[in-house]
């Protein structure tokens, strides 16, 4: 009986989108203004420009499957006034993170002011999920859904570009409604509205959160004779791309477990001035979303360190005394690096390099492999899973090596000896290099670290990972795609306990 009023229910949705698709006019709606939590506010004064064709923009299409696809073509198509909703809380928004902050729509610009910002909808996403009913007489209640990035382009006052940056919101907003009959969808108009100009609000949130960490505006704000900046988790300017799928996160998660940890580290720039880890921070940024958004992890139990904050001090800090200070019998332990390793010559052992790392000092500078493996196997947690999309044969790609050493064919499973409950997967073998992936923006390995977790049934309930069927995947993807289009030979390893 329940699965035939789920039908029922689902084919009178399916009926209400086909009766909206010839004229479906989503309405702009009032949109709550998202303001990003800043210490203290850029001493900037800012014009928000939002031209003419920006405020009339428009996203007109078909909404996603229930999976978050195209695998199902609904007879519906909406228009969203994208452009309007974006510029009704652009400027209040930034004002929160800027000392002052104006709306223009275009040059010349205001007077007096320092920057100009000119957001834009990057993509738009949206679908509909039918939710269960309360009983065998109540009318189906459904979800409409959204999701927004943005992209935002800083102009100095001169009209110079500064910086330009794509934000994706970290949630989707969702706005509840009920189905009724065809000629009767008003309230499912607003509240399709509802969830696409939340998910703008969403979105602009990020952006002012993420535009003042940058070491691009920070300088420039000292520059034009500020004292004070927010307090910023770290300069984030990973290397630009235009997404891709694992950057949308999947709309069902976990609970996960209060006792879980993770130390989540990126480093693509370095004070040495080594070749760049391409798309470290953005790899870095996206693998604590997933923790915090997808598999259960609380934000205050997870270490993001970018760039200049994943100092060697700093790694020493994290894995030796604060995981030993909150891990307890009964937590799981997540590790992550996103940059570049190098092995030291005399030896052949692997070193993770941090910002300051300097690889012809590694044993001196650099985090070795066999020091992470002790201090994780003193804590008393129950599992702990590290990943790490670095190489060290010092032969290219994610490692680097001493000026005039050669590149080493090392022993990993060697270097790999771990504890019982601990795992390590890595992205490439002693002898190998670990690719980028530059058409998703992200490491080979990780992309498909990412992929395996959105895609495959690879989370428990308590948000630990089954390492074996995860690395099942893992490890063929990255070996077809390194060879396919990069002549390259990659197998990722697996060095441990595989137990699910």
């Known amino acids: 009986m329940r699965k035939a009023l789920k039908t029922v229910y689902f084919l009178l949705l ?5 009766g909206c698709a010839r004229s479906m006019m989503v309405p702009v709606v009032d949109i709550p203004t998202l303001a990003p939590p800043v210490a203290q506010k850029l001493p900037l ?7 003419d064709e920006v405020e009339a923009s428009t996203y007109t299409g078909t909404p996603l499957s229930p999976k978050g696809d195209n695998s199902v073509g609904w007879n519906v198509t909406a228009s969203f006034p994208l452009g309007k909703m974006l510029k009704q809380v652009a400027a209040e928004t930034f004002s929160s993170v800027f000392a002052s902050v104006v709306l223009a729509k275009g040059s010349p610009y205001p007077q007096d002011i320092d920057a100009v ?8 996403q949206y679908w509909y999920t039918l939710l269960k009913a309360k009983s065998a007489l109540d009318v189906a209640p459904w979800l409409s859904n959204a999701r ?3 992209k935002v382009s800083v102009l100095d006052k001169s009209g110079m570009p500064l910086l330009e940056k794509t934000v994706s919101a970290d949630s989707l907003a969702q706005s509840e409604g009920k189905i009724y009959y065809r000629n009767d969808r008003q309230e499912f108009e607003e509240a399709t509205g509802k969830a ?3 998910s703008i609000a969403a979105a602009l949130r990020d952006a002012a959160k993420a535009l003042p960490q940058s070491a691009e505006i920070q300088t420039y704000a000292l520059k034009r004779g500020g004292q004070t900046v927010p307090v910023a988790v770290a300069p984030l300017e990973p290397r630009a791309s235009d997404g891709s799928d694992v950057d949308v996160l999947p709309a069902a998660a976990v609970q996960g477990s209060v006792n879980s940890y993770a130390i989540v580290i990126g480093v693509e720039q370095y004070r040495q001035k080594l070749p760049r880890a391409d798309f470290a921070v953005q790899d870095a940024q996206l693998m604590t979303r997933y923790l915090t958004k997808v598999m259960g992890y609380r934000e205050e139990n997870v270490v993001t360190l970018l760039n200049d904050r994943a100092l060697k001090s700093d790694l020493e800090k994290y894995f030796e005394k604060w995981l030993g200070n909150n891990v307890e019998k009964d937590s799981t332990v997540f590790i992550y ?37 002790a201090a994780l196997e003193k804590l008393p947690a129950k599992r702990i899973v590290v990943a790490l999309d670095s190489c060290f044969s010092g032969g290219g790609g994610r490692s680097v090596v001493a000026k005039g050493a050669r590149p080493l064919v090392m022993n990993l499973q060697s270097d790999m000896t771990v504890a019982d409950h601990m795992s390590v ?3 490439s073998s002693g002898s190998q290099i670990s690719s980028t992936y530059d058409e998703k923006g992200h490491g080979l390995f990780t992309y498909f670290l990412l992929k395996g977790i959105k895609d495959k049934e690879v989370v ?17 993807q990255v070996e077809l795609i390194a060879r396919k289009q990069y002549n390259n030979e990659q197998t990722p390893q697996l060095v441990g306990a595989k137990k699910n």
């Open 117 to 124: 910002l000119l957001p834009s909808i990057h993509q738009f």
């Open 14 to 18: 399916l009926s209400l989108l086909a």
């Open 460 to 476: 428990n309930p308590d948000g630990t990972l089954k390492v074996d069927d995860l690395f099942a995947y893992v490890k063929p």
């Open 45 to 51: 004064k800012v014009a928000v420009v939002i031209p």
């Open 148 to 150: 927004t990035s943005l």
């Open 196 to 198: 696409a100009a939340e």
């Open 425 to 427: 997967l890595s992205a």
């Open 337 to 373: 690096f996103s940059g570049h390793g190098a092995p030291d010559p005399k030896t052949g052992s692997g070193f993770l390099v941090p910002y300051d790392g300097d690889p012809s000092f590694i044993a001196e500078t650099g985090y070795s492999l066999k020091r992470l493996y």
